[in-house]
């Protein structure tokens, strides 16, 4: 499956948060640019590195008037742990039908020490004020994402 095409309409969708809270994407229409991110594992190394990047730079997000969502196939209670244990300071999107991954075209083949397995691929994707994709990241470096996201907010 491809990723949806820079300058379309980015997909719809409505997911609920750590909170059992209903986020869509049409809440953000004209208000805010959204930076979705799809991270394989709640708590594991390298999505708590990627999270806590993004938790340490808050502000920076705050003030290119960006809003962090990170979404996963984990279930709600999984996710308030995360957020809990790494006091993550942005809402995390539960998405275990994997139906939004698949709108987006993250989920798909993964290789890991040899194995295959079907997985989240670690993608982002910048969604404009307007509703459109400005940007997708798919060379993903968990330990520098918040830097990255923040150079291409920057150019937007």
Not at 34 to 44: E, M, Q
Request: hydrophobic letters at 40%; charged letters at 30%; proline letters at 4%.
């Amino acid at each position: 499956m491809a990723f949806p095409k820079v300058g379309n309409l980015a997909p719809a969708f409505t997911l609920v948060n750590q909170n059992g809270e209903k986020v869509s994407l049409k809440d953000f229409k004209g208000k805010k640019t959204v930076v979705l991110y799809f991270y394989p594992k709640a708590l594991t190394p390298g999505c708590i590195t990627q999270a806590c990047g993004i938790r340490d730079t808050k502000k920076d997000f705050d003030k290119l008037d960006a809003v962090v969502l990170g979404v996963s196939p984990d279930p709600v209670k999984k996710l308030q742990s995360f957020i809990e244990k790494k006091e993550l300071n942005f809402d995390l999107l539960s998405d275990e039908e994997k139906t939004v991954a698949e709108k987006y075209g993250v989920w798909g083949l993964k290789k890991f020490m040899g194995r295959e397995f079907m997985g989240i691929l670690r993608t982002t994707f910048i969604i404009g004020k307007d509703g459109r994709l400005k940007h997708v990241m798919d060379k993903v470096k968990t330990k520098t994402h918040h830097d990255d996201v923040l150079e291409i907010l920057k150019t937007l």
